[in-house]
């Protein structure tokens, strides 16, 4: 008789698989196998892709970022604040230098200081969500820009549209960097063991600061796709995509002590997420109780990597 082994990178694939096929029995009567529904799902999830993805640089070196959904909201304000009076280039630019400094910051605040990130990114998330609504007086931004609205929102090459291209190069070049490139290596033994890598002789402050500078600059970046696809930026954009992040990158097969990121069980997460947020949508499920199950699900996910992990 086969047996299935489960571990903490492979929990994501049957999971996977077990609720498609739920929703398959659940979900026969509505929308939800459409092409138009998938593809809306592929589209929603994009922006939170790219923002698991930041978040697993940071995990990767045992960091922790909670500021991720306030950068996400700033970065996008600042970008369609210069857009009209700077343009395109320069409006994107610098957009993505805030994103990567304020991560870079972070972390030089739990290197410098010897602050747990937990601590220093949930004091960064209050500063930066304060900030976002005081420079917006609470009101959303239009983009018109057109250039900006096709490269990050509604454009399309070869009919494949700009945010699934946008994905797609985004997960390549993590892969690349996490597992090609002797700088993943270096992200992995820092996360794995710093008395470890301080042997080998890397630079484990610098590597550390790094990981969080990539955090914050993948969330601008989402920050950006977010203020395309809906051609405005909003203080709230990001505030209620943390819980559905950690979800996704422990049901992906991350460790949330470091040493540990899967890219693709990662993406694989996010779209579990959001497939269950939208079968939940159809069956008629209130904001209220999707909250409630999502939440379910990141105690479970954390409740079944540990026991996976402690065999």
């Known amino acids: 008789m086969m047996r299935i082994k489960l ?30 529904n998938l593809l809306n799902v592929l589209m929603q999830t994009s922006p939170i892709v790219v923002m698991a993805i930041g978040l697993s640089f940071a995990l990767s070196v045992g960091h922790i970022d909670l500021s991720i959904g306030a950068i996400v909201a700033l970065c996008g304000m600042v970008a369609a604040m210069l857009l009209q009076p700077f343009g395109l280039t320069i409006a994107v630019a610098a957009s993505l230098l805030l994103g990567g400094l304020i991560g870079a910051f ?12 937990l601590i220093v990114t949930l004091g960064m998330l209050g500063f930066l969500t304060g900030l976002s609504r005081q420079l917006s007086g609470l009101q959303s931004i239009p983009i018109i820009d057109p250039q900006f609205i096709s490269l990050f929102g509604q454009g399309a090459v070869l009919g494949i549209p700009s945010q699934i291209l946008w994905l797609a190069s985004l997960v390549c070049l993590a892969y690349i960097i996490l597992n090609k490139l002797r700088f993943g290596r270096h992200l992995f033994a820092v996360g794995a063991s710093k008395p470890a890598a301080y042997s080998m002789g890397l630079g484990v402050s610098r590597i550390r600061v790094w990981a969080m500078a990539l955090s914050g600059g993948f969330a601008a970046l989402a920050g950006l ?4 696809r809906m051609q405005s930026a909003r203080y709230a954009i990001g505030e209620s995509d943390l819980m559905a992040l950690i979800a996704a990158v422990t049901l992906g097969g991350c460790s949330l002590l470091g040493g540990r990121v899967n890219i693709i069980g990662v993406l694989l997460g996010v779209w579990l997420i959001g497939c269950i947020s939208n079968g939940l949508i159809l069956s008629g499920f209130s904001s209220n109780e999707q909250m409630m199950v999502k939440g379910i699900i990141l105690i479970v996910a954390v409740v079944v990597i540990s026991k996976v992990n402690s065999k």
């Open 7 to 36: 571990t903490a990178h492979t929990l994501v694939y049957y999971a996977f698989a077990v609720t498609m096929l739920i929703f398959t029995v659940l979900l026969s009567h509505t929308a939800f196998f459409t092409t138009a």
């Open 106 to 117: 972070n972390g030089y605040l739990c290197e410098r200081l010897g602050i747990p990130s």
């Open 225 to 228: 796709l977010y203020a395309g």
